[in-house]
């Protein structure tokens, strides 16, 4: 009886052995296969080549003036919008903070790329802050969107829920 047990214990912590072992090592804590939550409450590393997703939101602004919402942002990480030769220069105002589609915690962060397919001579697309947001540009430069070009939207949550965004724009290299 005790050899039947004891052949038992053995087999056990052999088995165990064995599914530990199968397991790839890393050099920073186990592996993640998939995350059941929209929440990771450590550090994130990817090996090889990663790709956030989100989409492109093409608007339709019926005057010259638009305020975009938090569904317009939260499912696309490039707004753009109808192009139009005849479309008069565009005023988009960002949500406010209370609704803005980052996390509620201070130093949540996320980015967008805002696209002026206009290409009227007249035609830009002008940045404006909803309520809340502290609107930033970079040194010499403002908030204003040149026709066909680009800018990227980069905004976090402060500790006190307001939101700071930074409208950096760039032009044609080419």
């Known amino acids: ?3 039947t047990i004891l052949s038992a214990v053995v087999a056990l912590i052999v088995a165990a052995g064995v599914v530990f072992t199968l397991a790839p090592e890393t050099t920073s804590g186990p592996s993640v296969g998939s995350v059941a939550s929209p929440d990771v409450y450590s550090y994130m590393n990817v090996k090889g080549a990663f790709s ?4 492109v939101n093409t608007l339709t602004p019926s005057s010259g003036a638009l305020t975009l ?3 317009d942002l939260r499912d696309s990480n490039v ?3 109808t192009a ?5 220069a565009l005023t ?3 949500p406010a903070t209370s609704t803005f589609p980052i996390g509620a915690e201070s130093g949540s962060y996320r980015n967008w790329v805002i696209v002026n397919p206009f290409s009227g001579a007249a035609t830009t697309t002008t940045i404006a802050a909803g309520a809340g947001i502290d609107l930033q540009e970079p040194d010499g430069q403002n908030v204003v969107i040149g026709v066909t070009n680009f800018a990227w939207l980069t905004c976090f949550r ?6 700071v965004c930074s409208v950096d724009e760039t032009i044609p290299a080419d």
């Open 84 to 88: 139009s030769t005849t479309m008069p």
């Open 92 to 94: 988009v105002t960002l």
């Open 1 to 3: 009886m005790k050899e």
């Open 69 to 71: 919402t938090s569904a």
């Open 79 to 81: 707004i753009t919008f």
């Open 158 to 163: 402060k500790v006190n829920t307001d939101v």
């Open 52 to 55: 956030q997703g989100g989409g």
